[in-house]
């Protein structure tokens, strides 16, 4: 009877590399995302030609990334201030009842896709982060401004925004749905809202 004894053994070095998804350029975001910004631009271009007076909300954007690069997005919507707020200015002027003009500083965003409507009065699908208060200023005769920051926590693709009158619940004044931003945990978007007050009629 015979017996057999040995050993084997393998060695070596395993080397791993973490490969993100390949973020979307600016310009061909801003491109995808022309017919949202088209939707109420030619709205205005009109309005201006007859001199018809109007107000005319303007969202632009900057994603602040987790790893400290900024992209800017430029124009993401012209659309649309809400019965809501116009029923409440109009409250506010009769009695002085209702959210007061200086307090629609309060930014939420969604994962909604549904095209704004005059009737809004909330975003329409949430994306678990909590609203946030910005900073409102008067940069022109004739227009109100506000600037948020929004922090994400997970992975998520934001396609809308909603101006408020409070921390919960309030008024909204204007909705605005544009092409998917995606972001990750660490990630943020600045939002710049202006409301322009044209004169005529």
């Known amino acids: 009877m015979s017996a057999f004894g040995g050993r084997i053994g393998f060695s070596g070095n395993l080397n791993a590399k973490k490969i993100s998804p390949k973020k979307m350029p600016v310009w061909l975001w801003k491109l995808t995302n022309l017919p949202h910004v088209w939707r109420g631009w030619w709205r205005f271009?009109?309005?201006?030609?007859?001199?018809?007076?109007?107000?005319?909300?303007?969202?632009?954007?900057?994603?602040?990334?987790?790893?400290?690069?900024?992209?800017?997005?430029?124009?993401?919507?012209?659309?649309?201030?809400?019965?809501?707020?116009?029923?409440?200015?109009a409250t506010l002027m009769f009695d002085g009842s209702g959210p007061a003009a200086t307090a629609y500083d309060y930014h939420d965003s969604g994962v909604g896709t549904t095209a704004e409507n005059v009737s809004n009065t909330d975003i329409e699908t949430t994306?678990?982060?909590?609203?946030?208060?910005?900073?409102?200023?008067?940069?022109?005769?004739?227009?109100?401004?506000?600037?948020?920051?929004?922090?994400?926590?997970?992975?998520?693709?934001?396609?809308?925004?909603?101006?408020?009158?409070?921390?919960t619940g309030g008024t909204l004044l204007d909705r605005s749905v544009f092409s998917a931003i995606n972001v990750v945990n660490g990630d943020s978007i600045q939002f710049t809202y202006t409301l322009t007050f044209s004169a005529g009629g």
């Open 45 to 89: 271009v009109v309005a201006d030609a007859l001199r018809l007076a109007y107000f005319k909300g303007e969202l632009r954007a900057k994603v602040l990334r987790s790893d400290g690069s900024v992209e800017d997005l430029g124009l993401l919507s012209l659309r649309v201030v809400t019965t809501a707020w116009v029923t409440a200015m």
């Open 127 to 167: 994306d678990g982060e909590a609203r946030v208060s910005g900073t409102a200023s008067n940069p022109a005769a004739g227009q109100y401004r506000n600037v948020g920051t929004i922090a994400y926590t997970t992975t998520k693709a934001i396609t809308e925004h909603g101006l408020f009158s409070a921390l």
